[in-house]
C-alpha cells in the first residue's frame, strides 16, 4: 500500500488538517496516511526539519513526504518534488531541504501542476496533494516538474570547539520537555577521545556522565543522554527539564572535558 506522510503546522482545531486529508483520499482511496507531526509551530522550518529528517528513515522506500509548512503562493517560493535517499518529498523551496539532507537528492524538480485559483491560498490541497499521490502511484518526477540543481539554502547552527571545550545550542525541546541540543553523537566522540567531561547549562547545573537510558537514574534526577535523534539530550526521568531546568530553545551549552 502506498504511503504519504504530512509534517505540517496546520493544527488540529480548524479545518485545514481535515481538508488536506479529504483531498488526498479523493484523489488516492487506497492509500496509507501517516501524520508525522501536524503540530509544528506556525512556519518554523527548522522544527519541521528536525522532526522529518530524524524520522523519515523509518518508513518504507518510495514513501512520499508531503511537507505543509510556509506554503502559501508567493512569487518568490518554488514547489518542489524531490527524490532523496530512495524516499519522495513535496514541499516549498523555504530552505527545509537544506536543513533536512546530509547529502545531494538523486532527483529534483520543480513542480509544473496549474494550480486551481479556487485553492489558491492552499495549495497544499491542490498543487502538493496531486504531486504526492502522482508519486504514490508510481509515477515519474520529470512527468511533474522540470529539473532544478539548486535548491534554498539554510544553514543549521553548528556546534563550537574551543580548545578543550564544545559549546552548543538547545535546538528542539520535545514533547516530554526533553532538551535537544545541536551536538550530535558523532562530533561528541570525535572531539572526547576518551577524556571525562562535564556538561554545563543554566542555573550552575552540570552532568558528568553519559546515560544509555531514561531510567538508568532515580525519578527526577538529571541526566543526558544520545537520543533516538542521535542528538546530545538533557532530561529529568519522569521530569519537565525544560521548565526544572529553565532550558528554552537557542540557549547555551557549554561541554568541558578534562
Not at 86 to 108: R, T
Not at 123 to 141: M, R, S, T
Not at 149 to 164: A, F, G, R, Y
Request: hydrophobic letters at 40%; proline letters at 3%.
Amino acid at each position: 500500500m502506498a504511503i504519504i506522510t504530512l509534517t505540517t503546522d496546520l493544527g488540529d482545531k480548524d479545518i485545514y488538517q481535515a481538508a488536506l486529508k479529504g483531498s488526498i483520499y479523493k484523489s488516492l482511496p487506497t492509500v496509507n496516511i501517516v501524520d508525522i507531526t501536524n503540530s509544528v509551530a506556525a512556519f518554523n522550518v527548522q522544527q519541521a526539519a528536525f522532526i522529518l529528517k530524524n524520522s523519515f528513515h523509518y518508513f518504507p522506500e518510495d514513501t512520499v513526504h508531503l511537507i505543509g509548512i510556509d506554503t502559501v503562493y508567493s512569487d518568490h517560493t518554488k514547489y518542489l518534488a524531490i527524490r532523496y535517499k530512495k524516499h519522495y518529498f513535496v514541499g516549498a523551496d523555504n530552505g527545509i531541504f537544506s536543513l533536512m539532507f546530509d547529502q545531494e537528492p538523486e532527483e529534483i524538480v520543480e513542480i509544473n501542476i496549474m494550480q486551481d485559483l479556487k485553492f489558491l491560498h492552499f495549495p497544499l490541497a491542490d498543487i502538493f496533494v496531486k504531486a504526492a499521490c502522482h508519486l504514490a502511484k508510481g509515477g515519474k518526477l520529470d512527468e511533474i516538474g522540470l529539473p532544478v540543481s539548486e535548491i534554498e539554502n539554510k544553514m543549521n547552527l553548528q556546534p563550537v570547539i574551543e580548545k578543550n571545550q564544545i559549546k552548543g545550542v538547545v535546538i528542539y525541546i520535545d514533547s516530554f520537555q526533553n532538551v535537544i541540543t545541536n551536538i550530535t553523537k558523532e562530533f561528541f566522540n570525535r572531539v572526547q577521545q576518551g577524556r571525562r567531561f562535564v556538561l554545563n547549562f543554566k542555573r550552575n547545573e552540570t552532568i558528568t556522565h553519559l546515560s544509555w537510558h531514561y531510567n538508568e537514574v532515580p525519578v527526577g534526577e538529571k541526566l543526558c543522554l544520545f537520543g533516538i535523534s542521535d542528538h546530545l539530550e538533557i532530561a529529568i526521568n519522569k521530569g519537565n527539564a525544560s521548565g526544572l531546568l529553565g532550558l528554552n530553545l537557542n540557549d547555551k551549552v557549554i561541554i568541558e572535558f578534562q
